[in-house]
Nanobody
Framework: QAQLVESGGGLVQAGGSLRLSCAASGRTISSNGMGWFRQAPGKEREFVAAISWSGTNTYYADSVKGRFTISRDNAKKAVYLQMNSLKPEDTAVYYC?????????????????WGQGTQVTVSS
């Protein structure tokens, strides 16, 4: 299984920016996609963004379109989430995940490996 470790979370004021990173190690299949999900207290884990391993295909939740950008660097085995114009409702633990096969898209069930999460808190 792949090991995924998120970093870059923190406290930021509304309107600010953060860049999350996810480092992968262990078994890695280059053709598999990656995704970001988040979970706020008392809420279900929700999809944020997904990207194919090539970077050609990306997909975003409506709530973050135009504000968040997912990218990856295969040489570094890393995936990133640039978050701009942050809102208090973006507050959550953010998780990166690796698709079990192919492009995972927005369905959490397509992902087989998950990181431990990094906290993002946006103050008003």
């Amino acid at each position: 299984q792949a090991q995924l470790v998120e970093s870059g979370g923190g406290l930021v004021q509304a309107g600010g920016s953060l860049r999350l990173s996810c480092a992968a190690s262990g078994r890695t299949i280059s053709s598999n996609g990656m995704g970001w999900f988040r979970q706020a207290p008392g809420k279900e884990r929700e999809f944020v963004a997904a990207i194919s391993w090539s970077g050609t295909n990306t997909y975003y939740a409506d709530s973050v379109k135009g504000r968040f950008t997912i990218s990856r660097d295969n040489a570094k085995k890393a995936v990133y989430l640039q978050m701009n114009s942050l809102k208090p409702e973006d507050t959550a633990v953010y998780y990166c995940a690796a698709a079990a096969a192919g492009y995972g898209g927005g369905w959490s069930g397509a992902y087989g490996d998950w990181g431990q999460g990094t906290q993002v808190t946006v103050s008003s």
